[in-house]
Structure formats: C-alpha cells, structure tokens
C-alpha cells in the first residue's frame, strides 16, 4: 500500500536527479554542513511534492512521517534517509546511477533494494490460499529476511506499514481487507520476531481498529471510562514500590501502563472472557541497574503484596528466543485486583523497546548473542543473528561518523532461497538450487520436461544459481525425460539431493522398461520356435512361479532368469505317452533353516517372487517343472491360481528348524511426498538394523508410492519397523505387501 501511484499533476513525472547547480542554492543536497537524512529530503522534495501513494496519502507526507518512527527506535541516517530515497527512485529515470551519484552506492542500494523487497512482497501476498495461509503466512516472513542483503530495510518496511495504519486511521475511512489482514498476520509477527515492540504494539492496535471498528469502540470506550480509575491505581501502586526500593537503597525508575485494546480483545478471545472478566490489565515496570537488583526488587513486591504462584516468569536465567529478558510476575494489588509486574535492567529495557536499534545493548554480547540466548529454533537463531547484524552495523556508522554506512553485513539467511512460482507461490530451496531444483520442487513432471527457465523474465542457463526473491518460469517439453548431465555434480545443475534421486528414479524406470522389453522379445521368439504362441503368458508366468508376464520379462531380461530355464518348463509340459505327467525334480541338499517337504526328503526348494513368505507365514508348495518346490504364502493369489489349474501339483509344505538366516519380505509405503522422506525412511530401517536389498519409488501427484524389500529374521521384527515407518511424518499407509 505504499507504492508510488501516478504523480497528482505533471509536475510529478519522472525526472533527472536534481543538480547542485540547478534550482535554490539552500536546497543543494550535497550542502555539507546538512545531514544525511537533511540531503535525501531536500533532494526528493521536487520529486515528490505531487505524488500519492496507493493509500491516497502524500509521497512525501508518507516519507517524513516513517523517518519520524526510525529516528524514534534509534535507525542510523542512512535508513532514516532510505525513507525519502526509496520513494523518490520511482521518480528517476536511471535511479541507481542517479542516486549513486548524488548520495553514494550504499545509499542508493539501500533505497532500492528497499523498493525490490515491496514489489516482490506485493507479488509473493497474492499467491496466499485459504489451506495453506499459515504456511504462506511463514514463507511472507522468512522471504522479506531472506532476500534483504542490507537487513536495515527490515524496520524501514515496518515504520512505512505503521505510517499508512496511522494515516488510513486519520483519513477516518476503511483499509483494503488484505492490507489489513497483512498487517496483523506478517508485520506485526515479523515485528515481534525483531523485537521492534513498540512498532508491534501500535501496528496491532490500529489494524485490529480497522478491521473490527465495533470491537475496538467498545473496548476503548471501557478503558476511557476505567481510565481515571486505573491511573490511580497505577500512581498509588508506584509510589508505594518506589518507597520501598528507596529504603533498601535501589535507585529505580516505576513506570505504569495498561493492556493495549489488541491484546485485551485477544485474551478475551483465548480464553472466552467478557470485558469484566479480563483481569491483568495494569502494570507497573521497575528499571534497575543490576542483575541483583532485579531479583531484590522481586522480593520487596512479593513483599508488600501477595503473588499468584501460576504467574511468575524469569526470563532472565531463561531469556526467550528473541533476547527479551525480564522478570515477570502477578501480585494482588491495590483493591485486590491482579496487577503484573515486570522487572528488568536497563540493558534489558532498551533491548526490549528498540530491539535492533539497541546497538550498545549487544556490546558484550560478541558472538554468543545477546545475554547468552539460545533459539528455540533455526529461524529464531538467524533472527537473532540478523538482531545483531544490525545492531554493528550501526555501531560501525556510529565510530565513522554517521556520515556513511558500513559495508552491508552478510545475510544469515543464506542457506536458503526464497523463490516464486508466476502464481506467486513461495517454494523454499536449499542455497545454490537451480531452476531444474524448482521444477522438481513444483511437481515431478514438470522437473523430467524441464528444457529452460526464465528467471524474473530473462532466459537463463539451468544451472544457474537461484537467489531469493526471484520468480522462476519452467520451459517444459510436452513429453520427454531428464538429461543425464543433470547427475553430474561437476556441472551444477542440481543441488537437492531429492531431484537427484527423482532423477535416477526416472532413468532407473526407463532401463527396467528396456529390460523387460529384451525380455518380452526373447520370450516370444523362444514360444514361436516352440510352436507355443498361442499359450497365455499368464499361466507361462505363473507356472514359472513368477507373479506376471511382465516380472517373466524382466527376470528374463535381466538374466535372472535363464532362458534354457524357460525352454525346459515349455518342454516339460508336454503330454507323454503313458497320458501321465513325469514331474521332473532335483534333490539338493536340505537347509537347516529352510523349508521341509512332508513326506519327501531333500528336494530343492525356492520361496516364491511374488509373495516373499518368511516365518511364520501359512504356506503352500507347488512342483515345478526343472526347478523343485516354489514356496508361496497360503494367501497369495498366485498360489491359489495355481491350486485351481493344477491341484495335482501342490503339496503340503512346513518351516523347518529356525536358524540365523534371513527372509526376504516386501513392505509398501505411501505417504505425501516432501524433500527428506526417503531419507527419514531410510534411518528407520538403519534404527531396525534391517538390510535393504531394494527400492523403487514413484510419484504420481504430491503422493509418493515406496515399494522397499528388506532382509528379515522373521516376521517377529516386521510389526515394529510398520510401527516406526508409520510415525514418520507425512506417512500415511505402511504394511506388509
């Protein structure tokens, strides 16, 4: 909403940078004796005097009022003066030459990259949906860090979404719902995350008033009429703890305060409560000068008034994620009523009301972060580092003088990229993904079709580098597959080890399906020479112990299977003179652990493909003809085929004696497919200490279909590792095949 919209006049149309020897000598923005904030605005004044904004509001009302908050929370010039800057490049013809030129490379960058950061924001809020606004919600957040190289346009974001609340309140009329609804659900979130509170606090209220301008009446109104009340409670409680702190000889400063109308009408929500019913609404905040000092303070006020034991907090021994440090506590104040008190050092303050602006509050913080906080996450830590990243930066401008910033810090948020699909989409990559990891990452398909990209418009090599920010384009072929130079590492042209491995997935299909195409040839042309061409694969199939034609190819393909094998099953059945059926088996030495045919000893026997039986699993033996006893599972659909055609053939088999040996079982896995399944998958089986001797895996839609054969004992260890696949996350089906 704060985009530069079409000049109210000519006077605003695009123009050259002003020049120190045109116009009012006074208003030189290259004067030395004016600062830096003082050259941007004189220099963009002209530029500005009848440009609107989005909003409606003044371009450079706009501007003056967000370099107002910066200064307020401490900026340095070089922010403050981005406010103006930022604006005025709309008005340029060449801005980063032109604002090179007068205010120097950094400054304009900022300013630039200041106006990038909305337009790809602006961009990114349009592709939210109503299933995944949590989630886009997060990626909004994650993108505005990701791709600031200068972190300080961060809070010049923020003053600028404070600025058009204030000024869509004043104008008295309604904001557009999504501004609104940005505002509460990005800005204010990513304002906390910075510990910019004070931003947060106001942004809060104002959009809650002007998305629920009946709710906000009627709370304010409460507080207006409870005000007098409050504030009395407030001055008699303060003065009562700044007596007492006097008397131990602790120098304080007591401060009192009352819920904001956004908070008050939260806690209403959460937890169903009528106006009446909300119960801390005061505060008192004690400033001391020592950690020692806080805790004494905590013990005068648990003096004078009695403590709600459920409602104390340090968050100095275990500061939260954002660095806030302070000691929390609930007592029963003046007339009983609950009253919370906060207790902190003004280290602790500062940081808490100006968090990145609280440059000298990190001095002794180094490189172990403010106070010695610990992230509760990964993001929580890259926050906190970016905390910090801006903190010296302004310490550095400080030492130069102010008169230019230091050299932009690196981006902790590097280890990730941020891009859009062009239904502004946010798909978050590893750093270094390439526009073939996007297409991958966007569907499976379109990853194997993949022939070119354009990022944000241009043509670009496949193995180009993504940086966040940027919006990717997929030229894809109406059918095809992926290059094999795509695994070659030394090319670049994948970094997720999740492409790589759709990739040779892809490749791994087509040589199975070459394999069983070998087969199928080979197959029929031994049935042509045989006279059987007429004979049903199926039965071919089945009789061969094998659970489709298309596993008979592929075995025969592959050379599993001997051909020879296949032409003495053909010859075999042939009918005999007698009208009989010789059954034609080889005795091999018993295993101890194998399978034992009753009533006949020492025959060789094989546990069937198709249905992989292991102990203790009912089961069925079939004599084939050239290769034993096939050992199946009483339940295998092969099997009772083979029970229906030949029953003369079947014969009662049993487990022999249990030994060491293992037993080859299928497991099927379905689940939704995400970047890491394969990999989580694979450290059950590793935790299982289970051997496995094949995979194959394919997508179809966001689903992945997983068929894993794996080394077993017995089926004992088989119902822990389902147990275990099954808590894996985005497991949806995990059984025995």
């Excluded at 309140?169 to 990005?186: H, K, M, N």
């Excluded at 490189?367 to 310490?395: I, N, P």
């Excluded at 199928?520 to 031994?526: F, N, S, T």
Aim: charged fraction near 25%.
């Amino acid at each position: 909403m704060n985009q530069p919209a079409k000049p109210a006049t000519a006077h605003g149309a695009r123009q050259q940078a002003p020049s120190g020897s045109e116009g009012d000598p006074d208003a030189d923005p290259r004067t030395p004796a004016q600062t830096l904030p003082q050259r941007a605005r004189a220099f963009s004044a002209a530029l500005l005097a009848d440009v609107l904004l989005d909003s409606g509001e003044p371009a450079l009302q706009h501007a003056d009022a967000v370099q107002a908050i910066l200064a307020s929370i401490g900026a340095d010039e070089a922010t403050r003066a981005a406010a103006w800057l930022s604006l005025a490049a709309a008005q340029l013809s060449k801005p980063e030459d032109q604002l090179s030129k007068v205010f120097g490379r950094d400054n304009a960058r900022l300013a630039l990259e200041s106006r990038k950061l909305m337009g790809v924001f602006t961009l990114a809020r349009q592709g939210g949906s109503a299933d995944s606004s949590t989630r886009h919600r997060e990626m909004l957040r994650r993108l505005l860090l990701a791709m600031s190289e200068d972190l300080r346009v961060i809070p010049l974001r923020l003053a600028s979404r404070l600025q058009s609340l204030r000024y869509f309140t004043l104008a008295g009329r309604g904001a557009p719902e999504d501004f609104v609804q940005t505002s509460l659900q990005i800005w204010a979130p990513l304002a906390n995350r910075l510990g910019l509170w004070q931003i947060k606090w106001e942004i809060e209220d104002l959009a809650f008033r002007l998305d629920r301008p009946g709710e906000y009446a009627r709370i304010a109104d409460w507080m207006h009429r409870r005000g007098a009340e409050h504030e009395a409670l407030l001055a008699q409680a303060g003065a009562r703890v700044r007596e007492a702190l006097a008397a131990q000889g602790i120098e304080a400063s007591v401060s009192g305060r009352r819920k904001h109308a956004y908070s008050i009408w939260r806690k209403m929500q959460g937890k169903s409560l009528e106006l009446d019913q909300v119960m801390d609404l005061l505060a008192l905040r004690i400033v001391v000068d020592t950690v020692d000092q806080c805790y004494a303070a905590l013990g005068l006020v648990h003096e004078i008034w009695s403590p709600l034991e459920a409602e104390y907090d340090d968050y100095i021994a275990r500061p939260k994620a954002n660095g806030y440090q302070s000691l929390h506590t609930v007592v029963r104040g003046p007339r009983e009523l609950p009253l919370e008190v906060q207790i902190r050092t003004h280290a602790m303050h500062e940081h808490a009301e100006q968090g990145v602006a609280a440059h000298w509050a990190y001095k002794e913080a180094g490189a172990q972060g403010y106070k010695g906080v610990v992230a509760a996450s990964d993001f929580d830590a890259k926050v906190a580092l970016a905390r910090q990243l801006l903190a010296w930066r302004g310490e550095l401008a400080g030492e130069a003088g102010g008169a230019q910033a230091a050299p932009a810090a690196a981006n902790p948020f590097d280890d990730r990229v941020y891009v859009l699909t062009p239904q502004a989409r946010i798909l978050e990559l590893e750093s270094g993904s390439t526009a073939v990891d996007f297409a991958y990452a966007v569907h499976t398909d379109l990853g194997h079709r993949c022939r070119g990209a354009r990022v944000d418009g241009a043509l670009l090599p496949l193995n180009t580098p993504l940086r966040s920010g940027q919006t990717v384009e997929i030229v894809a072929a109406k059918q095809g597959g992926p290059s094999r130079d795509w695994l070659n590492p030394e090319l670049g042209f994948l970094r997720s080890a999740r492409a790589r491995a759709k990739v040779r997935a892809w490749f791994n299909a087509q040589e199975l399906e070459q394999t069983t195409a070998n087969g199928r040839a080979q197959v029929e042309r031994l049935l042509q020479r045989e006279g059987r061409s007429g004979m049903s694969l199926h039965e071919l199939a089945s009789g061969l112990g094998l659970r489709s034609p298309e596993h008979l190819f592929e075995r025969v393909g592959s050379e599993n299977l001997p051909l020879r094998q296949v032409e003495t099953f053909l010859r075999g059945g042939e009918g005999t003179e007698s009208g009989g059926e010789e059954l034609e088996l080889r005795t091999a030495k018993a295993q101890p652990g194998g399978v034992l045919v009753v009533g006949v000893d020492a025959l060789l026997t094989q546990l069937a493909g198709c249905c992989k039986p292991a102990p203790p699993d009912a089961i069925c033996g079939f004599v084939t003809r050239g290769r034993g006893v096939s050992v199946h599972r009483a339940d295998c659909s092969n099997a009772r085929n083979l029970r229906q055609r030949h029953p003369e053939r079947v014969i009662p088999v049993t487990w022999g004696a249990r030994d060491s040996g293992v037993y080859a079982v299928d497991l099927m896995v379905e689940a939704a497919d995400r970047h890491g399944l394969l990999r989580d998958i694979s450290e059950v089986f590793s935790k299982q200490k289970l051997n496995v001797i094949g995979v194959r895996t394919q997508s179809r839609g966001d689903t992945a279909h997983m068929l894993f054969t794996v080394e077993l004992p017995g089926l004992e260890a088989l119902s822990s590792a389902l147990a275990q696949l099954r808590e894996v996350r985005g497991v949806r089906l995990a059984r025995r095949r």
